[in-house]
């Protein structure tokens, strides 16, 4: 079922069996099955590259960002999401805001930022480290100074201590939930906007290295299933954290290749579970990670020129079986699209194209050149250039102390501040 490029390495990395799925559920597969099959059988060797319909999805997200102030009703509380994955799914697609949308937007997400620090899911909604992540990531993506300036990074570090528990894990908003998503949430704005101290962050890691399930994917909190959301949430916040040595990095390469499924190409997000588009990213976006973490650890050869995933195919499971005639991306064949996924799978099909480490690139675009995206930083998921340019913008300015902390911290933090300084 695979082209001839996908095979080899499947079986190279790939060593489970196919997930046990019920007659309903079989059906679903089947359908990306006949797309690919149907694809291949039909082209033969005059094989049509499949395209990208780039248009499509461009006015897709456009259409819908004209909307977004006003909300969905049923996503009213995750309006800063559907904003950060419409800018980061056409930052992708390489388009670049208008001056109006752009100031529409950073309008829009001021009213969602609070006094005491955060983003709520709409104007006048608590705080909440979701809906903050995805606001930082749209004003990292917008990239102008009024973006940067729309975030109190005073407020935001104060708003991180009130999320912080005191085992070193973090609440989604106040009395809610606490789990990887809120550590991961915490670190990725705390690094992008330069409010990390080390102080806040002395347990996460630990708290973080209780989600590694004995299949070696995370899980959402200790003792849970894993599952690639959470697994990305892990592992990108270990990195952020400079803590990826606690590990267990084979039992994660494990597990993570065997969420590619041999029929789609496509990864699944647990174990026994279906392939969906979103995951391409959220499993497709550990390996980038993991082989800079397996390099520092010799355990991968340097002239390495592909990550180890089966890149091509999962490119084809999103070009045949998730794209949406009417423009937007889809979870499998038969699904409608929305944003979430649309920015998932570009994002993923952004990995599975460019391999990129050290001082090598290589590019494996199937199908059409045109069909080739922006690169992802994978820790972030924005656009590498959106992520070096609020880095070098952040890092010029003082880290804001917002809790005294005792000895042990205070010289670390000194530091810190006349790195920044200098
Ligand atoms: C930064 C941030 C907020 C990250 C979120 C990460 C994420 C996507 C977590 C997924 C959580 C989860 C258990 C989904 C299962 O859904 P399901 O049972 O419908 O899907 P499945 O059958 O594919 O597991
Ligand atoms: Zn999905």
Same mark, same amino acid.
């Given at each position: 079922?695979?082209?001839?490029?996908?095979?080899?390495?499947?079986?190279?990395?790939?060593?489970?069996?196919?997930?046990?799925?019920?007659?309903?559920?079989?059906?679903?597969?089947?359908?990306?099955?006949?797309?690919?099959?149907?694809?291949?059988?039909?082209?033969?060797?005059?094989?049509?590259? *499949?395209?990208?319909?780039?248009?499509?999805?461009?006015?897709?997200?456009?259409?819908? #960002?004209?909307?977004?102030?006003?909300?969905?009703?049923?996503?009213?509380?995750? @309006?800063?999401?559907? +904003?950060?994955?419409?800018?980061?799914?056409?930052?992708?697609?390489?388009?670049?805001?208008?001056?109006?949308?752009?100031?529409?937007?950073?309008?829009?997400?001021?009213?969602?930022?609070?006094?005491?620090?955060?983003?709520? $899911?709409?104007?006048?909604?608590?705080?909440?480290?979701?809906?903050?992540?995805?606001?930082?990531?749209?004003?990292?993506?917008? $990239?102008?100074?009024?973006?940067?300036?729309?975030?109190?990074?005073?407020?935001?570090?104060?708003?991180?201590?009130?999320?912080?528990?005191?085992?070193?894990?973090?609440?989604?908003?106040?009395?809610?939930?606490?789990?990887?998503?809120?550590?991961?949430?915490?670190?990725?704005?705390?690094?992008?906007?330069?409010?990390?101290?080390?102080?806040?962050?002395?347990?996460?890691?630990?708290?973080?290295?209780?989600?590694?399930?004995?299949?070696?994917?995370?899980? $959402?909190?200790?003792?849970?299933?894993?599952?690639?959301?959470?697994?990305?949430?892990? #592992?990108?916040?270990?990195?952020?954290?400079?803590?990826?040595?606690?590990?267990?990095? *084979?039992?994660?390469?494990?597990?993570?290749?065997?969420?590619?499924?041999?029929?789609?190409?496509?990864?699944?997000?647990?174990?026994?579970?279906?392939?969906?588009?979103?995951?391409?990213?959220?499993?497709?976006?550990?390996?980038? &990670? #993991?082989?800079?973490?397996?390099?520092?650890?010799?355990?991968?050869?340097?002239?390495?020129?592909?990550?180890?995933?089966?890149?091509?195919?999962?490119?084809?499971? #999103?070009?045949?079986?998730?794209?949406?005639?009417?423009?937007?991306? +889809?979870?499998?064949?038969?699904?409608? *699209?929305?944003?979430?996924?649309?920015?998932?799978?570009?994002?993923?099909?952004? +990995?599975?194209?460019?391999?990129?480490?050290?001082?090598?690139?290589?590019?494996?675009?199937?199908?059409?050149?045109?069909?080739?995206?922006?690169?992802?930083?994978?820790?972030?998921?924005?656009?590498?250039?959106?992520?070096?340019?609020?880095?070098?913008?952040?890092?010029?300015?003082? +880290?804001?102390?917002? @809790?005294?902390?005792?000895? *042990?911290?205070?010289?670390? &933090?000194?530091?810190?501040?006349?790195?920044?300084?200098?």
């Amino acid at each position: 079922m695979w082209c001839k490029h996908s095979k080899a390495n499947s079986e190279r990395f790939c060593d489970e069996g196919v997930s046990t799925i019920t007659s309903d559920e079989q059906v679903r597969v089947e359908k990306s099955v006949a797309a690919i099959f149907n694809y291949f059988l039909n082209t033969g060797n005059d094989a049509k590259e *499949p395209v990208l319909h780039r248009e499509r999805h461009i006015a897709y997200l456009k259409k819908g #960002l004209k909307h977004l102030p006003e909300g969905f009703v049923s996503l009213d509380a995750s @309006r800063p999401w559907l +904003v950060y994955w419409a800018v980061h799914a056409l930052e992708l697609l390489d388009v670049r805001l208008t001056n109006d949308e752009a100031a529409g937007i950073i309008d829009f997400l001021k009213h969602c930022q609070n006094p005491e620090g955060g983003f709520g $899911g709409g104007p006048g909604q608590y705080s909440h480290l979701a809906p903050t992540y995805a606001a930082v990531n749209a004003l990292a993506i917008i $990239g102008t100074k009024e973006a940067y300036d729309a975030i109190n990074r005073e407020k935001l570090q104060e708003f991180l201590w009130d999320m912080h528990t005191d085992e070193g894990a973090f609440r989604m908003h106040e009395g809610g939930e606490v789990d990887i998503r809120g550590a991961y949430c915490a670190i990725s704005v705390a690094r992008l906007t330069n409010v990390y101290t080390d102080h806040q962050f002395s347990e996460t890691a630990h708290w973080i290295m209780r989600c590694q399930s004995y299949e070696g994917g995370f899980s $959402g909190a200790p003792g849970m299933e894993a599952h690639g959301g959470y697994t990305f949430c892990g #592992l990108a916040a270990l990195t952020l954290l400079h803590a990826h040595h606690l590990c267990h990095t *084979p039992a994660l390469l494990r597990w993570a290749v065997n969420r590619q499924m041999r029929f789609e190409g496509g990864f699944q997000g647990r174990t026994n579970k279906l392939v969906d588009g979103c995951y391409s990213f959220w499993q497709g976006g550990l390996f980038p &990670i #993991l082989h800079t973490l397996l390099t520092q650890e010799d355990a991968v050869n340097m002239s390495a020129e592909h990550w180890m995933f089966q890149q091509e195919a999962l490119q084809e499971y #999103l070009l045949l079986c998730c794209q949406h005639s009417r423009g937007g991306l +889809v979870d499998k064949p038969g699904k409608g *699209p929305d944003f979430y996924h649309t920015c998932y799978t570009l994002s993923g099909m952004s +990995v599975a194209q460019h391999f990129s480490a050290a001082s090598i690139h290589k590019k494996s675009v199937v199908g059409h050149p045109s069909n080739e995206l922006m690169l992802v930083h994978p820790l972030y998921n924005i656009g590498v250039e959106s992520a070096v340019s609020a880095t070098q913008h952040f890092n010029n300015l003082l +880290v804001p102390q917002t @809790r005294i902390c005792s000895a *042990p911290y205070s010289n670390n &933090i000194n530091s810190q501040q006349e790195q920044v300084q200098t």
